[in-house]
């Protein structure tokens, strides 16, 4: 699916039409899990339900856990970002705080 651009280049989320490419992810707390991202997607958009804070990083294949103490080394997750730009990232890796349904809808 094409996702639209404003004057500047940025994706325009608010007007975004559903993606043909949506993957469901049944998180349990604490437990990392790695997305691949599809061919041609330059977008996400990701969802969850309530109840527990998502970390995510781009490009992620192994090794995620929920921090127990301070990063502050510039090798963090943002937490519960809603869209990002894939910038030729390949994988994503997700891990929640609690049990939570994630969804990732890409878009090109």
């Known amino acids: 699916m094409t996702q ?13 039409q559903q993606s043909d490419t949506i993957n469901n992810y049944v ?3 604490n437990t990392a899990q ?3 991202v599809p061919t041609g997607a330059n977008f996400v958009k990701i969802g969850r339900t309530a109840g527990a804070d998502l970390l995510v990083l781009l490009n ?4 995620m856990t929920v921090p127990s103490s301070n990063v502050t080394n510039g090798s ?3 937490v ?3 869209n990002l730009s894939l910038n ?15 969804s990732l809808s890409f878009f090109s």
């Open 4 to 16: 639209g651009v404003d004057g500047m280049g940025q994706p325009l989320f608010e007007t975004a």
């Open 27 to 29: 998180m349990t707390a």
């Open 34 to 36: 790695y997305a691949t």
């Open 60 to 63: 992620a294949t192994s090794g």
């Open 76 to 78: 963090g997750y943002e």
């Open 80 to 82: 519960n970002p809603l």
């Open 88 to 102: 030729g990232a390949t994988s994503i890796g997700i891990i929640a705080t609690g049990a939570c349904l994630v």
